[in-house]
């Protein structure tokens, strides 16, 4: 089965950095986009940001300038590196991605269980 796994959320202080990671397991065939989003209590889901194959990204408004997406397609693994992180970062992040399991599968999109990242005042 693949599967997405999350790790490197937890506590930080404002100010501070953090970042977060993402693993494709199960040996996927290929992996396109990867994506980072968040959910913040009482606010509907975001995209954080984006990148393709290519290495090109997009980032939401509100990171841009703090938060750097990379990824390392030998290890099929996606990074958040989090910057000058605010209250307002405060959030559930959830990775994902455009995943062709097989030579023979269509592209389907999956879902990390997200990790939480808390920054404190």
């Known amino acids: 089965q693949v599967q997405l796994v999350e790790s490197g959320g937890g506590l930080v202080q404002a100010g501070g950095s953090l970042r977060l990671s993402c693993a494709a397991s199960?040996?996927?065939?290929?992996?396109?986009?990867m994506s980072w989003y968040r959910q913040a209590p009482g606010k509907q889901r975001e995209l954080v940001a984006r990148?393709?194959?290519?290495?090109?990204?997009n980032y939401a408004d509100s990171v841009k300038g703090r938060f750097t997406i990379s990824r390392d397609n030998a290890e099929n693994t996606v990074y958040l590196q989090m910057k000058d992180v605010k209250p307002e970062d405060t959030a559930v992040y959830y990775c994902?991605?455009?995943?062709?399991?097989?030579?023979?599968?269509?592209?389907?999109?999956?879902w990390g269980q997200g990790t939480q990242v808390t920054v404190s005042s």
């Open positions: 199960g040996s996927p065939f290929s992996i396109n986009d």
């Open positions: 994902t991605a455009q995943i062709r399991r097989y030579r023979w599968s269509r592209q389907g999109d999956y």
């Open positions: 990148i393709t194959v290519g290495d090109r990204e």
